[in-house]
């Protein structure tokens, strides 16, 4: 589950990250009342609240609304209706939102925050080492997208003891790498441990501030922030829970959500169905070595029927980005053969239209590969991903 821009900084400042002073605005007229609260000589800052990045390099679709992108410099008081105007309700389009765009329902005004410079800062989860990681990078020069597919080496990467607070060691490791003064040590020590504590306390995968900016007097601000949490936790956090904004996710999102399963997607024209978020991962990068995008990933999880199975099937089928479809499947609690008899009633209901390689790889895989050749589908099975990824490849190439 994703949440809000403002929604995220509210969470961290609460863990004695510096946020700007800032309030959501859902008209006009309320933007200007939110702007002579927060400043009162300004500059303001208008931010659409879509959940995408690189809304500050985005366009609005709509005439009127102006080609400047979703996050806004605003130096006089008399252009922060009309630029609000020309947001809420205009639909926004981003690198990460694809051409159909996001409806901006509503922004958010703050006060605009003088910086010496920026840097990112990020928390994932190492799932091999069972850690939470911290990635810095200096963006000054260069998007972090762009840093991270061609220059890996400039980004930092820390893990963290679950139960600790950063040393004193990988605070300095981070002040040099980043070229900080020393009047920013301290800030920085509370600025990861915020980010840390935030993320434990309530179960994220993710937490991105892009940038973080660095004051004249040494202090941290959070200029942006993104929190995604776990859904299989989201029961321990019914406060989190209400932030769900059921009007960004896709209708296909939505779907997933009810069988429970994890449901992303992307770009690309490869629909995947895995059962694990490393294998998820994995597979995005091996078709992307390929030089293939992928356009949406289903995560499936134990536990489920045939029926919830095939449903889950039928999301992958039936996006119309999907141009070939890999399940990568390693059957552990799940079994195989409940992924076949999905894959048949989906297959039976909606068509299959595009190539589909399966991989099976554990329990119940031998009786997995004989329903699935006793229904005569045109399937192709393979012995490992790379196997799968580079069959498939060559079937798209065939369909064409």
């Known amino acids: 589950m994703n949440i809000h821009e403002y929604q995220a900084k509210k969470i961290l400042s609460q863990?004695?990250?510096?946020?700007?002073?800032?309030?959501?605005?859902?008209?006009?007229?309320?933007?200007?009342?939110?702007?002579?609260?927060?400043?009162?000589?300004?500059?303001?800052?208008?931010?659409?609240?879509?959940?995408?990045?690189?809304?500050?390099?985005?366009?609005?679709?709509?005439?009127?609304?102006?080609r400047r992108g979703g996050i806004r410099l605003i130096k006089s008081r008399r252009d922060i209706e009309k630029n609000a105007e020309q947001m809420l309700g205009s639909t926004l389009v981003t690198i990460q939102t694809g051409p159909k765009g996001k409806l901006v329902s509503r922004i958010y005004v703050e006060a605009y925050n003088k910086i010496e410079h920026i840097f990112y800062a990020g928390m994932v989860i190492d799932r091999v080492k069972a850690e939470v990681t911290l990635l810095v990078a200096s963006t000054k020069d260069e998007d972090i997208s762009q840093i991270a597919i061609n220059n890996p080496e400039k980004i930092l990467k820390i893990n963290l003891d679950l139960n600790k607070e950063v040393s004193a060691e990988q605070v300095k490791k981070v002040m040099e790498f980043l070229k900080l003064k020393p009047k920013s040590s301290r800030s920085l020590e509370t600025y990861i441990n915020g980010m840390h504590r935030a993320f434990i306390d309530y179960d994220a995968t993710m937490i991105e501030t892009n940038p973080v900016g660095v004051m004249k007097n040494g202090e941290l601000v959070a200029l942006d922030a993104k929190m995604s949490f776990d859904d299989n936790a989201l029961y321990?956090?019914?406060?989190?829970?209400?932030?769900?904004?059921?009007?960004?996710?896709?209708?296909?999102?939505?779907?997933?959500?009810?069988?429970?399963?994890?449901?992303?997607?992307?770009?690309?024209?490869?629909?995947?169905?895995?059962?694990?978020?490393?294998?998820?991962?994995?597979?995005?990068?091996?078709?992307?070595?390929?030089?293939?995008?992928?356009?949406?990933?289903?995560?499936?999880?134990?536990?489920?029927?045939?029926?919830?199975?095939?449903?889950?099937?039928?999301?992958?089928?039936?996006?119309?980005?999907?141009?070939?479809?890999?399940?990568?499947?390693?059957?552990?609690?799940?079994?195989?053969?409940?992924?076949?008899?999905?894959?048949?009633?989906?297959?039976?209901?909606?068509?299959?239209?595009?190539?589909?390689?399966?991989?099976?790889?554990?329990?119940?895989?031998?009786?997995?590969?004989?329903?699935?050749?006793?229904?005569?589908?045109?399937?192709?099975?393979?012995?490992?991903?790379?196997?799968?990824?580079?069959?498939?490849?060559?079937?798209?190439?065939?369909?064409?």
Not at 42 to 59: C, D, E, F, T, V
Not at 250 to 274: D, H, M, P, T, W
């Open 236 to 400: 321990r956090h019914p406060e989190i829970s209400r932030l769900q904004d059921d009007y960004e996710a896709s209708e296909r999102e939505l779907q997933a959500s009810k069988y429970r399963f994890g449901y992303s997607e992307f770009n690309g024209s490869i629909g995947c169905i895995v059962n694990g978020d490393g294998i998820a991962l994995a597979a995005m990068d091996a078709l992307r070595a390929k030089g293939i995008g992928t356009a949406c990933f289903l995560n499936v999880k134990g536990g489920v029927d045939k029926d919830k199975i095939a449903s889950g099937i039928k999301i992958i089928m039936t996006n119309p980005r999907v141009e070939g479809i890999l399940i990568n499947i390693l059957g552990g609690f799940l079994r195989c053969n409940l992924i076949a008899d999905g894959v048949i009633s989906a297959a039976s209901e909606v068509g299959l239209n595009v190539p589909l390689v399966i991989r099976f790889e554990g329990t119940n895989k031998e009786e997995a590969k004989e329903i699935l050749e006793r229904s005569k589908l045109p399937l192709i099975m393979a012995d490992t991903m790379e196997d799968a990824i580079n069959k498939l490849v060559k079937a798209m190439e065939e369909n064409d």
């Open 15 to 66: 863990y004695g990250i510096k946020i700007p002073k800032g309030g959501i605005a859902y008209t006009p007229l309320e933007a200007k009342k939110v702007a002579s609260k927060v400043s009162f000589r300004g500059p303001w800052m208008l931010k659409a609240q879509i959940q995408s990045g690189a809304r500050n390099k985005g366009y609005f679709l709509e005439k009127g609304s102006g």
